[in-house]
């Protein structure tokens, strides 16, 4: 029994693109939890893990302090909230542990369709409205360009029409919003997706051990997201074929059918998205009876 000092916290997003996605991920890991209304505390019933859910912006800090044994963040937040830390000399202030593959979107910038700046090469001077003025900042001092960064909150998108800005840099995701405002998007600074982050302090070997166990967990169910398990009969000259047409699955099982020479059952586990054309031509080649299962859990 593990007891209450020794449960791993995890902080999540308490609202937002990344919450859902984030509670689906532990509770496919296995977790069951209890959450009472209102209560900003999940605690694991059958692991010993607990989900404070709290602000995005407050995740990277929780962790750095060891407040939080892990958090679960957009990359966007870590990385400006890792510029924003006055003590970077003092060595990385967390790790990530794993990219996970959802709540992908990128930071670039948006140029005014009607205005003078339409590039990098043009922001010498200009103004720069951005959410995210430690990661603009950095990006100018690299790239040895002079200009105004000015720390917008909430729609950015709206500060060139408001006099505050010549220029912004924002999240993008499909970039409805920029084309709506009559905005252009540019360069991209970050690429984003949710990832892991884990505390640099050394945690008890109790606990690290449910830690390695539950990142086990979380790489199986990435590597199944959208894996099919395929079952067949098929012609054994059409092997070679078969698996050309899945790509990226495994070595397949061949097994033998009674009765028949010609003819085996192939199963196999497919990780790409299978359509209807790949369907139909695996039966172009000879396959019958395919049948496509999706796959919830795999230990490699």
Wanted: aromatic share 4%.
């Amino acid at each position: 029994m593990i007891d209450k000092e020794t449960r791993i916290k995890i902080a999540i997003q308490k609202s937002g693109r990344l919450t859902d996605h984030s509670l689906d991920l532990l509770q496919r890991c296995g977790l069951k939890y209890t959450r009472a209304r209102d209560q900003l505390i999940c605690f694991g019933e059958n692991m010993p893990l607990d989900i404070l859910l709290v602000r995005d912006d407050d995740i990277p800090a929780l962790v750095r302090d060891d407040v939080c044994d892990l958090g679960v963040v957009g990359l966007n937040i870590v990385e400006e909230a890792r510029l924003g830390f006055d003590d970077l000399d003092a060595g990385e202030p967390f790790s990530i542990a794993q990219r996970l593959d959802y709540g992908h979107c990128r930071l670039s910038f948006g140029y005014p369709e009607e205005g003078p700046v339409q590039s990098v090469a043009d922001l010498q001077g200009q103004r720069i409205a951005t959410s995210y003025p430690n990661m603009v900042t950095d990006y100018l001092r690299r790239e040895g360009i002079a200009a105004e960064v000015v720390e917008f909150s909430g729609a950015v998108e709206i500060a060139p029409s408001l006099g505050r800005a010549d220029v912004i840099c924002d999240l993008v995701s499909t970039g409805t919003t920029m084309t709506a405002h009559r905005i252009r998007e540019g360069e991209t600074i970050l690429d984003s997706e949710a990832v892991i982050l884990r505390t640099p302090v050394e945690i008890p070997a109790e606990k690290e051990a449910w830690v390695d166990r539950l990142m086990q967990r979380i790489e199986g169910v990435m590597q199944v997201r959208e894996s099919k398990y395929i079952m067949m009969h098929a012609p054994k000259s059409a092997l070679a074929q078969i698996c050309e047409l899945l790509p990226g699955s495994e070595a397949p099982t061949v097994l033998p059918l009674e009765g028949r020479d010609d003819k085996v059952a192939v199963h196999m586990v497919c990780r790409e998205t299978v359509f209807w054309e790949t369907l139909e031509n695996l039966k172009s080649v000879g396959a019958s009876s395919v049948l496509v299962v999706p796959v919830e859990k795999m230990l490699a």
